[in-house]
């Protein structure tokens, strides 16, 4: 298997932490080519792609790109095992968590040069009012996480919900947003436990 990565910071975090969560590498990882017409014309994306050997088209997406993995290596417990309510937890927490990330990069998106399509108009203030709303969404993930002991956001091991919050935490870092994650008591506390193994910065 291979693992197409686009070349923006956003992407290479969650590559990045993917690689961490797995450990043992079971795909190559290649930048992938940055030119608004990847894969699928040009459309926003896919800035991660998983090419599988056989497979007619890639699976796009890290979302779908962890659910395959998961069905291919059910020990491994990407997903959160195999208890069915750990595993909802853990796709409800990924679904908030992305909500966070596209806010993110779409805030961002006039950083990515080689996308090739306009982005905002000219003296709009759209991607601050977009990256405006990452905290309220950080919060909402803070009260879900209240009372929570567990070092992972889901159990004692990392799942898919890690991989992208670590993600979008390394992103808001990157655009100086990192007090906004931090604010957030169970979430910094989730942090601190977790960016110096398994997760680390690249």
Known sequence: MKLLVSAWYPYQHQANALGQMIGDPIY????????????????????????????????????????????????????????????SRVRGLSAKVEECFSRLYIGDIASHG?????????????????????????AVLENYQKGTTSQFLVGENPTLADVLLMAAWWTAEDQGLGDVAAANENLAAWYARNSQGPFRRG
């Open 114 to 138: 080689e996308f090739g399509r306009k982005k905002w108009l000219e003296n709009s203030d759209a991607s601050q009012r977009v990256l405006e709303e990452v905290g309220p969404r950080l």
């Open 28 to 87: 190559t990882r290649e930048v992938m080519t940055d030119d608004g017409s990847t894969l699928y014309g040009p459309a926003l994306g896919p800035f991660v792609a998983l090419v599988v050997e056989g497979a007619e088209k890639p699976v796009v997406g890290l979302p779908a790109i962890v659910e395959m993995l998961d069905r291919r290596y059910p020990e491994r417990g990407f997903l959160g095992g195999r208890d069915p309510l750990a595993r």
